[in-house]
């Protein structure tokens, strides 16, 4: 069993960067995928970027080359750093944790945080 709790999430100007975190508390983080969606209200949560603990990525198509998604193994944290952003990024942005390989759909996850909210202003 891990948990997760999100944080760094906040007020941005459109084209700015912004990192998030998410740190994991339980054993064994080392062998979880690690991943983030993100969900506006009305929406389907959608996938970010996800890593796996032998530090294999992978981005949803459309953010490629903004987002970078890593991990520290020694602290239990993985991070988000998003740059360029824009209005339309705006969302509660969520860690989920996941065991063996990456998948893209939500309900694949077993773990998720609490979220954070990530406002990107015109």
């Known amino acids: 069993q891990v948990q997760l709790a999100e944080s760094g999430g906040g007020l941005v100007q459109a084209g700015d960067s912004l990192r998030i975190s998410c740190a994991a508390s339980?054993?064994?983080?080392?062998?979880?995928?690690m991943a983030w969606f993100r969900q506006v209200p009305g929406k389907e949560r959608e996938f970010v970027a996800a890593?796996?603990?032998?530090?294999?990525?992978k981005y949803a198509d459309s953010l490629k080359g903004r987002f970078t998604i890593s991990r520290d193994n020694a602290k239990n944290t993985v991070y988000l750093q998003m740059n360029s952003l824009k209005p339309e990024e705006t969302a509660v942005y969520y860690c989920a944790a996941r065991s063996f390989f990456i998948v893209q759909a939500p309900s694949a996850y077993a773990y998720w945080g609490q979220g954070t909210q990530v406002t990107v202003s015109s």
């Open positions: 339980g054993p064994n983080f080392r062998t979880y995928v």
């Open positions: 890593n796996t603990g032998l530090d294999v990525t």
